[in-house]
C-alpha cells in the first residue's frame, strides 16, 4: 500500500448504539472544509449585478416606517419695539427717489405717444376756435405753450421733488410716532411661521 493510498483511506469509528460514521482524513483542513458552505451561500453572480448583497423590500420598509414622523412648522412670536428714524428715512428716500424717476420716464414717454398723434394740435387748435371772436382771440392766454415738452416735463420733475421730500419726512416723523407709541402701549406683535 503506497502513501497515497494511505491518504485516501477512510477511518470507521464504531461506537456501541450507533451506525458507523466515516471521518475525513487528519490532514484535511478546516479552510477546505468551509469552502463549498461558502460558495453554496453565495447568490449567483449575474451580469451588471453588485457585489454586495441588496437589501430586501421589506428591510427597507421597515427603516421607513421606524423613521421619525414629519413635525409641524415651527412659529415666532415677536414683537416690533422699535424703528430707527435714521434707517426709515433712508430707506422711504431711496423708494421715493425710484418712484419719481418712474412718474418722469413715464410723463415722457405717454407725451412723446400723445405728441405723434397729433392729439395737442387738436386741443390747440379747438381751444384757439373757442377764443377767437372775429379771427381775433379774445384772451391774452397762449394755449399751445401749456403744451410745450419743456414745460410738461419741468412741471413733472418740480411735482416729483416734491414728493422726494414729503415722502421722505412723513417716513422718519412716522417712525419717531410709532417709537414713543411703543413705548406707550406696546408694539406690533408679528408671527412668523415657517414654510410647510
Not at 428591510?59 to 414622523?69: F, L
Not at 415677536?78 to 428714524?85: A, D, K, S, T, W
Not at 421730500?165 to 412716522?174: E, F, H, P, R, Y
Request: proline share 9%; net charge negative; hydrophobic share 40%.
Amino acid at each position: 500500500m503506497t502513501a497515497d493510498d494511505k491518504q485516501a483511506e477512510t477511518t470507521v469509528r464504531v461506537h456501541p448504539g450507533s451506525s458507523p460514521q466515516p471521518t475525513s482524513p487528519p490532514s484535511a483542513s478546516p479552510r477546505s472544509a468551509q469552502a463549498p458552505a461558502t460558495e453554496q451561500n453565495r447568490a449567483p453572480w449575474s451580469p451588471g449585478s453588485l457585489s454586495s448583497p441588496q437589501p430586501s423590500p421589506d428591510a427597507s420598509g421597515d427603516k421607513k416606517g421606524s423613521g421619525p414622523a414629519p413635525r409641524s412648522p415651527r412659529k415666532a412670536h415677536l414683537v416690533l419695539r422699535r424703528i430707527e428714524p435714521w434707517s426709515a428715512m433712508k430707506f422711504s428716500f431711496v423708494v421715493a427717489l425710484v418712484c419719481f424717476v418712474v412718474l418722469f420716464v413715464a410723463v415722457a414717454a405717454l407725451y412723446m405717444v400723445l405728441s405723434s398723434l397729433g392729439v395737442f394740435d387738436n386741443i390747440i387748435q379747438t381751444v384757439n376756435q373757442l377764443t377767437m371772436a372775429d379771427g381775433k382771440p379774445t384772451s391774452d392766454i397762449d394755449i399751445a405753450s401749456w403744451f410745450e415738452p419743456v414745460r410738461i416735463l419741468g412741471y413733472t420733475a418740480l411735482i416729483g421733488a416734491v414728493n422726494v421730500v414729503l415722502i421722505t419726512a412723513l417716513a422718519t416723523l412716522g417712525a419717531v410716532i410709532y417709537n414713543i407709541s411703543s413705548d406707550l402701549v406696546g408694539g406690533i406683535e408679528v408671527t412668523f411661521s415657517e414654510a410647510e
